[in-house]
């Protein structure tokens, strides 16, 4: 009567060892610690060495330093020692490389060989720093409108129409006519290819012309866009920059929060932020030779600017070069880009893919184009943060390199291949233009550093929450329900560990509401126990054999757990799908204990009352 499958004996046996496994990392503090990445081409042989022998010079000696990942880490042995070991590793090293501070896991190497990890902790758990950012949407607005102003110069190029004047103002875009019929033709050409203008015409006096401005659904937009974009654009930063378990979300219409868990150095993170990278697309003018000229005397034409190719003569001096102002494409106009080798020469290469726009603009430059030169501009935007008279001072380092200059051998749009790069560079210039440029500049609208003690205080009172609330039922059960209080127990234990290990096993962030989430599912897990334990009462009140009773109070009071339980998954799911941040954080932990807690109460408990019971056929008594 009382029996239970030898399969799901198997199976709580494994679910127990994975438990045990998946939940051991949590008990390896993590080690406060410099992470030296390299900004382009390969880390410096020797550099852990020197690395080391500039720490002990300073005094500073730190627990290991290693090339890990692909990055330098540098452990140290307190967060003292780690903001002093960053203060002096940076000018050190210059600009080539980003020493940024991180915490680097100490977990065994045969537990990470199994994919084993601790839960990431949340900002108020580790500390780290909080930044509060405002998205200029006007420069969105703006950047939008210029980019209409040379699609509608295009089309009117297209249509044969001749002495027009496109220019992009506050208010929009104004063009100017010579003729009525110009005007006429024109607005019926807006019409067939810009439905999202609105073009009026210029006020009396002003002659014939048109004032063109987005739709109000446009340019809303426009503007939501241009959140939605930095958003991702951030994330793919910082996920790449190694900052463990970023928070990046929207606040209100034009606000972003970015919680970066661990930092504690606002100027680092703030580079970290800031930084971008892009590419441009510009025609070549001229040979090299005329480059050259224009380096030596100062002279440059009109219409070009003079760069410099990122190769060097074999003498170490720059080539020069000389490329059009007009950019043909640039990153922003992005759909895609992936990071790959190319099949002929096996050099690296990043496969870029435009969008329709920027499609266009480069077939209609590679059609007029065939034989002459292209050349890859290599952007990249480095905020840089000192310190003057005890003042934070921010400015921006625009770095531009050519990264190759090639001649067009044949007509394409959309998709195409960039070459140049070595394999660092080429990952994570992928890896930042998937989401294009920033669609708008952000100003640091708050910040606050949570200071590491504080967290740590938070972690102490939270696991002190956790275990006072699990000791006292413990022992209210044992009182209360004896034999079966201990089974209730050892379930309990379990749920306890499954709700860690998985937790662990994908990457949970742990924050405080998280620590409450733990506790209530704990309550929850007892609510189910007990609904067992009291419905075997029942039964045996009734006049059922100890078996019959213990094979019942299971049966019966599944179904009412079942009821009990869904609705509160429903409001937990209803959380983590629609919530943020710590509301998020509590509906995930809410979920994961309630799956687990009825798995425990109504599988794991059960099969451990057969084991007791189950071979005494002529039982007559059940502790309970």
Known sequence: MLEFPKWKYALIAVVLLASVIYSLPNIYPQQPAVQISVNRGELETGLTGRVEALLKSNGITPVGVAIENGDVMVRLANPEDQIKAADIIRPELGARYTAALNLASTVPAWLSGLGAKPMTLGLDLQGGVHFLMQVDQQAALDKR???????????????????????????????TFASETDRNKTLSLLGKNFPVLAAVDLPEGQGIGLNIAMLPTEAKLVADGAVDQNINTLRNRIDSLGVSEPVIQRQGSNRIIVQLPGVQDTAEAKDIIGATATLEYRAMIGDMAAAAEAQRSGIVPAEARLYFMRETNPDGSRIPILLSRRVIVSGDQLVDATPGTNPENGQPMVSIKLDTAGGKRMFNHTLDNVGKNMAVVYVERIPETRKVDGVEVRSIKINEDVISSATIQGVFGKDFQTTGLDPQEADRLSKQLKSGALAAPMDFAQERVIGPSLGAENVERGVKAVMFSFVFVLIFFVIYYKMFGIITNLALVLN????????????????????????????????ANVLINERIREELRLGNTPLASIAAGYDKASGTIADANLTALLGGIAMAAFGAGPIRGFGITLIIGILTSMFTAVTVSRAIATLIYGRRRKLKTVSV
Request: proline share 2%; charged share 15%.
């Open 145 to 175: 409108t210029n980019a209409y102003a040379e699609e509608i110069r295009a089309a009117l190029r297209e249509a044969k129409i001749s002495g027009y004047d496109v220019t992009s103002t506050s208010q929009g875009i104004r063009v």
């Open 496 to 527: 306890l560990l499954l709700v860690v290990a998985v937790m662990s096993m994908f990457g949970a962030t742990l924050t405080l509401p998280g620590f409450a989430g733990i506790a209530l599912t704990v309550g929850m897990s007892v609510d």
